[in-house]
């Protein structure tokens, strides 16, 4: 019986294991050698590997009963400055006992802190620089306070590459005995984009179906827009019922979980295979392209794609009075 | 589109006669008391002055009476101009008991506390001369009997004052409503509703088929966002300013009228544009205003500049309002609930029991609970649904319990496999 997430079972367990962020890995292992650690950032996009080399790091530096010497916070669950107050700091000003003075603090998600938190915890690791070090984890630092930046060494972490990342997907599935073909690994690649905690979530769940992971398959568990579907979807549109439109575009996002970058992308290969006069289909690009710009500065992904949905129920209204 | 046309409710189940009419029971009393002295000659106060707030009977009532004593109704309201000499005319009427065919006539003269200083001058001073010799009984309805304009007025009117009525004759009258629609309202539905009308029937008939209507049953889920508002202006009276609105001005006024948060009230403008807008031209620009608004929110959002909230307001208001070039109002088109809301609303428990797993899932996982059961939920599900083994090996392994393995099977006969495999 295969046991637990793969993307646990396989994370590794010390910095030499870590295949990808070469240079990253390097400068930890030289904090390692040194047995000082400075505050961190680390920073990039979901699947880089960011908590695992803070975990790596620390099991490297305080050997297996690591645990004991950190503490990990997550910030999307507990954002609020009452956490830095108390919680952090409890922990933060306890001298460590052992070799090591100083304990680590490992702050995930640490760009949902709120800003009121972000400005308490400033002065917190100021203080206790002596008995606790933080890394703090996000996808993007910017959204970090440039206090706070100032204070930590920075480490930028990027998307695996290719090559590492069918490497490392090609040796999960040969351990788990799982069939990947070379179309299920490029569909992995391409709805995951080197995220690799996702694709490997993905091959978990792609292999629980108990056949050959082919493209089909891949997709069929991602929730990517079918482009049947929006196809049906512009046509009700385009023949005035707006409300249906809506309905079956609230359908795709709440319930298959569909991306609104990726309905839009549909849309905009649809409309060049529509049947209607060629000058129209530039027009309704031009539409196309204006929401999804909108779609990223925006909110709400269903109001922004309705709105185009109305804007096709007016083509459409146009098409059949010149007509 | 297809064009649906719908009769309110207030009117479609108004009470035909005095025994349907919810409350005030007593009151009632003392006026039919009133109505039948005529019949022994005319009674020393010739007029009687019903007040009290709005939307709890004072016209039905005299409606209702006019049916029951098969009496002819002459009535004027705020909708007529009443000015000294129109009034005179209408005097004439009031002049005799009896009507052309033997029938008896009452007279009413409704919404009052409407006669304005200039278009109405004199209507006050002229509805006392018509009492003072009125031939047949003559009613007048406001709000507030003790404006001093009525204070002359006063001295020849019975005053009956009309009190809200309790909750649970509110409800009663929803039921019956419900009944003669066929659906079938939870006891805790129509009671929040009526508790949530303060006594104002009429707002409660409103609000009933807003809610209800199409349905076949009525939940407490469906009502329950009611408790988070006040009943000082209903939410349909603002979408009313802003979508049917004409100035800039007062689609953005309806802002300060509404009883929701900006976000809410943007969800019910977004639910309820596309029924009433239905040339595609205004559609489109009023979905585009609401687009832009959005924008403004996403702005707000990435800056945490709520300075910005005015643009957003813009848009969403005035945007929508303007968008109103070409449909034509028609009919009686009933405002609806949000769905995308009701659809959170349903799914709170939901979003609870993802949430508890997202939590066993982060105590193995690193990752935020949040985040787990938005990113790394689905993929169980998926699992749970085909493979027993391998879902049994993560259930033992998250250490779930039977209700989660259950939600994520998402069948009982599946978690039942699946727990079997762990024993």
Redesign the interface.
Known sequence: ?????W??KY?PKTLDGMVNQKEIVERLKSFVKSRNVPHCIFAGPPGTGK?TAA?CLARDLYGDAYREHIM?L????ERGINVVRETVKTFARVRSIGEISFKIMIL??AD?MT?DAQQALRRTMERYTETCRFILIANYSGKIIEPIQSRCAPFRFTYLPRGEHDRYLRQIAEKEKVKLLDEGLDAVFEVCSGDLR?AI??L??A????KPVDAKVVYS?T?RANPADVQKMIEIAMN????EA?KQL?DMI?KY?VAGSDIIRQIHTEIFRADMPEQWKIKLADIVGE?DY?LV????E???L??L???L??A???LRKAN | ?RKVLYAAWTVKHKPKSLAEVVGNKEVIQKFVNWIRSWEKGIPKKRAAFLYGPPGIGKTVTVEALANDFQMELVEKNASDYRTESAIRRFAGLASQYGSLFGGKRIVLLDELDGLTGTADKGGVKATTEIIKSAQCPVVLIANNAYDPRFSNLRNYCLLIEFKKPPAGEVMKHLKRICTREGIQADENASKLIAQRSGGDVRSAVNDLQALAQGKKRLTYEDVSWLSYRDRQETIFTVLRMIIYGKTCVGAKRAVDMADVDIDMLFEWI?ENV??HLTD??D??R???A???A??Y???I??T?DWSFTRYLIDYMTAGVAMARQNTKAHGWIPFKFP??IR?LSRSKAERAMQLGIGYK??R????????ASK??L??LR??FK??M??????A??LDLNPEMVEYLAGSKERSKGIIKLLS
């Open positions: 019986m295969s046991f637990g997430m993307a646990e994370r908590t975990l990990e997550n910030a999307s669950d995930d998600e949902n800003s996702r979530n993905t978990q769940a292999a629980s179906l108990d568990i929730g005035g019922n707006f409300l809506r609230r709440q979980g929401i909108r500065e925006g909110a709400d269903e109001v922004q309705s709105a949905l109305a804007r129920v007016e459409g209204y146009e | 589109m977004y596309p029924a595609p031209h559609l489109a009023a979905m585009d609401l687009s832009i959005d924008v929110r996403g702005r959002r990435a945490q769905g995308r659809m899932i982060k193995k996982c690193h990752i935020s609970a949040v985040r990113e790394i689905p993929y998926i699992i085909n493979n083994n391998m879902a049994a090996g993560l033992k392994w």
